[in-house]
């Protein structure tokens, strides 16, 4: 019936039903009360116009009991919808623990994805219907957004921090990926597809690209190409912290703080080395700051979170 | 018309030529230098948005290129915000009616107020110095690091010229706050302010306490620039989102600045055109202060998704529900006041009822996008662009058009074409839904913001979208022909030609230099019209109703 028209965007993750449940919500609410306060002012406006013989006696002016009614009422609503809103939005910051985890990299004017397996896609993401993903979100340059409407998901990726999307697929589908932050000149360029995929397709789709090296075996490579393996390996001279079983967990500074050696800790341990020192060790590192791009720094990162088999899952880290 | 009024010299014929205007402290005057000046931004911003919608009406970028289409957003927004949005009210029709309104001859440091004026000029010449040489392709936003690593236009330029006209903004605050505190007439109490008056304080309150923040934000953007002090540039120890929460830390409460004097100027028509008080007074006066003091507090709800933590978010989305709250009161307040009125539809209440419509599905609209989990999905889309324009434009444009034909008799002493103004109120009201409420059928299609090209499925609402705009257009070029008309050979108007209450009615129109011939004095509270049986006085040439009560 709707001619070709387009009225809402389609519903293809488990996040979709759930907020349009309440926008929906929403749009009945707000449809009734601008119909009531239109019908009021219009009937008012019929009712009271100048010459009409309606009853013009009464109270001057305000009405107590009324003003109390409809701040009251007008509360009760706004902190509903805001427990309702507030409560679906927390659920991004909780994605499951077994999540596939993809390395997502925004850049003037391209997406480029790495999926755990090495495989590399631009402007194109391939997904599982019905496994939860995480894409980890950087960017080279300025901000971007990753914005997937038929998924209800969005998130800026930001220059200097890693930041965080999750959704699991539910119906198969090739759909729009924008960018949703303005980022320059092809800014309405910048997007492409997710793909989600039936699970033995996109089984097939990954061996189709061809078994590459993972991205944690690549990040291991980076890792002694760099030296960090000369001062972080059992075998160094340097006393520097060994890695193996860090992320996730805390950390003890030597400010007498205690962080969680999440992402954000080892990004800027890699960038900025004297920020935050662990505890019982001397701040000699050097900053690799221009040394590694963050197409490099998502791969270090991944090697240094495989070396934490047991550690806690991405989510709980965020926690 | 009363030969007394008319042998008397008005403050339009008291000193002609340029120089008499240039150099003149008078109030009035300056009003007219700042209303001339706001329309020619008004149309030069107007210009980028027709652009825009024509290349928007088909999905391929076929009339501009990307980097000119970035440039007519930027442009439309940066000029539409500080050059004509946040000065709009306060300096034209704020500067006019503040002092005579409560009974002053003038603001308190005149002298200031005409300084402002070529402060705002000033920095209008940056603005369109980045115009003429090739314009700033950031965003109204000026988003870091885009705007300060990797922006190819005349960034610093358009910067340059959006600090110097919030100094202009701060001395007219200051001005106007100094004002209402020190010259109010002898009986004139807080409580009998007319409601104009209320917001006109609160928004010269936002004014001075808000705008500095802006300011600092853009030297801290030089001082990186020029001076690589890491500030928001991540590579130097910065962070972008600093940039965000500095520059919403204005950019919030400047909304509030935008549509707080709108919403004065509807509690002065909608009570003018009924007959009839203004419902629950009290509460719609402190309702424009909580509003000043809770958009302070919101500035993080244009950053859900930002990367700020959720925590933050569900901070900022709690706050910014709060801050629906005394909207909601004036609404209801607004459409009670209509209740047993004597109702007639010229054209200000015309604007008046089309504002009250247009802000209330603007303000239901701000519902969706405060629900955090909904704002994820339609921020930074068309959703948002309807949402901001229902109530820069639909609400706050409209509320201008309700306040300049309402006292268009007082400032220029004649009237304009009563059949002309309905048409173009009418050509306004459609032109504007059409063009904006497609907008939101798009956003929450998923179509983001700011793109010169899209997908060919939502062609369709663009298509509306762009008729639209042709429509608005229209309802906006009329009162420029029509005003402009009258300003020069339109009938003469009485002193108080629409029967109104408040001070500024009871001297000449246009009024006389020093304002009011015997200081008034003030016995009652505001908007005593009558309950009934009052006869209408539209147009009608008639003695004034001598209200006071001599000291």
């Known amino acids: 019936m709707s001619f070709g028209i387009p009225f809402a965007p389609s519903e293809a993750s488990s996040a979709a039903a759930s907020v349009d449940t309440l926008f929906y919500t929403l749009l009945a609410f707000t449809t009734a009360l601008g119909a009531f306060l239109t019908l009021l002012v219009v009937g008012y406006a019929v009712k009271y116009r100048a010459g009409s013989g309606a009853d013009r006696t009464g109270e001057r002016g305000r009405s107590l009991p009324l003003e109390i009614g409809w701040t009251l009422a007008s509360l009760i609503i706004a902190f509903a919808i805001f427990g309702w809103g507030a409560t679906l939005f927390m659920r991004r910051d909780h994605p499951p623990a077994d999540a596939l985890q993809i390395a997502g990299l925004g850049k003037q004017w391209m997406w480029e994805f790495r999926h755990p397996g090495g495989q590399r896609e631009i402007d194109e993401l391939h997904v599982p219907v019905g496994k939860p993903v995480v894409v980890s979100l950087a960017s080279q340059d300025v901000i971007h957004s990753f914005f997937v409407p038929a998924f209800r998901v969005k998130q800026d990726a930001v220059p200097g921090r890693t930041t965080h999307v999750w959704f699991t697929a539910t119906e198969p589908g090739h759909y729009h990926l924008f960018c949703a932050e303005y980022c320059g000149t092809q800014h309405s360029e910048m997007g492409g597809w997710v793909d989600a995929l039936p699970p033995e397709q996109y089984a097939a789709w990954l061996s189709d690209q061809g078994e590459g090296e993972t991205l944690a075996a690549t990040g291991e490579k980076l890792f002694r190409a760099l030296g960090c393996s000369g001062c972080h390996g059992n075998s160094s001279k340097v006393r520097a912290p060994p890695l193996e079983n860090v992320y996730g967990r805390p950390v003890a500074l030597a400010n007498d703080a205690t962080v969680i050696a999440d992402e954000r800790y080892l990004r800027d341990s890699i960038l900025q080395p004297k920020k935050e020192v662990a505890a019982g060790y001397e701040p000699v590192m050097p900053s690799f700051d221009g040394l590694v791009d963050e197409a490099e720094l998502q791969m270090l990162l991944a090697y240094l979170k495989s070396l934490s088999p047991q550690g806690l899952t991405n989510s709980e880290a965020i926690r | 018309m009363s030969s007394d009024v008319a042998m008397r010299a008005n403050y339009l014929e008291e000193g002609a030529g340029p120089r008499a205007w240039l150099l ?42 990307d980097d000119v289409y970035n440039r007519l957003f930027s442009l439309h927004g940066i000029i539409m915000v500080w050059f004509y949005l946040v000065p709009s009210i306060p300096a034209t029709l704020g500067n006019f009616l503040l002092p005579l309104m409560i009974g002053a001859r003038d603001l308190a440091f005149p002298r200031l107020n005409l300084a402002s004026w070529y402060v705002f000029v000033f920095g209008s010449l940056f603005a369109l110095f980045s115009v003429l040489a090739g314009g700033v392709d950031t965003g109204w936003t000026f988003y870091t690091p885009l705007s300060t690593l990797y922006a ?60 500095p923040v802006l300011a600092a934000s853009l030297i801290l953007i030089v001082l990186e620039r020029v001076f690589g002090i ?22 919030h409460p400047a909304v509030y600045i935008m549509i707080l004097p709108g919403m004065g100027v509807v509690s002065e028509v909608l009570p003018c055109f009924s007959k009839r008080p203004l419902f629950g007074y009290k509460a719609v006066a402190l309702s424009s202060m909580a509003i000043a003091v809770f958009g302070f507090l919101v500035w993080g709800h ?156 939502f062609q369709f609402w663009h298509v509306l979208s762009s008729a639209g705009a042709v429509v608005l257009a229209a309802g906006y070029l009329m009162p420029l022909c029509y005003l402009g008309w009258s300003l020069f050979r339109g009938a003469r108007a009485t002193d108080n030609p629409w029967g109104a209450t408040g001070l500024e009615w009871q001297t000449a129109s246009p009024p006389p230099p020093h304002n009011f011939d015997r200081m008034p004095t003030v016995s009652q509270p505001p908007y005593a019209y009558p309950m009934k049986g009052l006869e209408h006085e539209r147009f009608s040439p008639h003695k004034d109703k001598v209200r006071e009560t001599a000291a």
């Open chain 2, 230 to 251: 890491g500030i928001f540039n991540p590579d130097l120890g910065g962070d972008p989102l600093l940039f965000q929460h500095l520059f919403w830390f204005y950019s």
């Open chain 2, 152 to 211: 190819n236009g005349f960034v610093s330029t358009a910067a340059m010229g959006v600090f110097i006209v919030g100094f202009s903004s701060i001395m007219t605050g200051i001005n106007f706050i100094v004002t209402v505190h020190t010259l109010r007439a002898p009986g004139l109490t807080w409580f009998r302010l007319p409601i104009f008056v209320w917001t006109i304080y609160a928004t010269a309150l936002v004014m001075v306490l808000a705008t």
């Open chain 2, 302 to 457: 244009h950053m859900f998704v930002s990367g700020q933590s959720a925590y933050a978010g569900v901070i900022f989305s709690f706050l910014s529900f709060c801050v629906a709250i005394p909207s909601a009161i004036k609404v209801f307040n607004w459409s009670l006041t209509l209740r047993k009125g004597e109702i007639t539809f010229e054209a200000p209440m015309l604007y008046a009822l089309f504002f009250l419509a247009l802000f209330t599905f603007g303000g239901l609209a701000g519902l969706f996008l405060a629900a955090l989990a909904v704002d994820v999905h339609v921020h930074d889309t068309y959703f948002v662009v309807a949402h901001f324009h229902y109530i820069m434009v639909g609400g706050m444009v409209t509320a201008y058009m309700a306040g300049l034909h309402f006292w268009w008799p007082k400032m220029t002493g004649r009237l304009y074409s009563e059949t002309w103004a309905r048409v173009a109120a009418a050509a306004t009201f459609i032109g504007f839904n059409l063009t904006f409420f497609p907008q939101f059928v798009l956003g929450f299609l998923g179509m983001p913001r700011r793109y010169h090209t899209y997908p060919p499925e």
């Open chain 2, 24 to 65: 003149t402290t008078d109030h009035k005057r300056v009003a007219w230098l700042y209303l001339v000046s706001l329309t020619a931004f008004f149309f030069l911003g107007g210009a980028f948005a027709v652009l825009m919608r024509v290349e928007l009406a088909t999905p391929g970028g076929d009339l501009v290129s």
